[in-house]
């Protein structure tokens, strides 16, 4: 199993930034890719961007490219989403989630980080 916790949620006002981090322990070194996820109050969980655990590979929602980086640290078992111009519609409860080798969905989620944006 993989464990996930997140951090780095807060409030800021609109155009300003967050990094969020997600602690990665237990088996660690059967995960594939890490993704972000976020769901905002009365709407479904929503895909915000994911990185291959041991390669180069990321894939962004169209809303969040060239305002969200995703990036990992595998030798800290560490992965990160640095958020820049965020807007109220960012506005949610961010999860970090790990897809392991040979499974075709993410399995192990973090209990999330809320990200609040004001105007």
């Known amino acids: 199993q993989v464990q996930l916790v997140e951090s780095g949620g807060g409030s800021v006002q609109a155009g300003g930034s967050l990094r969020l981090s997600c602690a990665a322990s237990?088996?660690?070194?059967?995960?594939?890719?890490m993704g972000w996820f976020r769901q905002a109050p009365g709407k479904e969980r929503e895909f915000v961007a994911q990185?291959?655990?041991?390669?180069?590979?990321?894939s962004y929602r169209g809303s969040v490219k060239d305002r969200f980086t995703i990036s990992r640290d595998n030798a800290n078992n560490m992965g990160y989403l640095q958020m820049n111009s965020l807007k109220p519609e960012d506005t949610a409860v961010y999860y970090c989630?790990?897809?392991?080798?040979?499974?075709?969905?993410?399995?192990?989620w973090g209990p999330g980080t809320q990200v609040t944006v004001s105007s």
């Open positions: 989630a790990a897809l392991l080798t040979g499974s075709s969905l993410f399995g192990y």
């Open positions: 237990g088996r660690t070194f059967s995960m594939s890719r």
């Open positions: 990185i291959d655990w041991r390669g180069t590979s990321t």
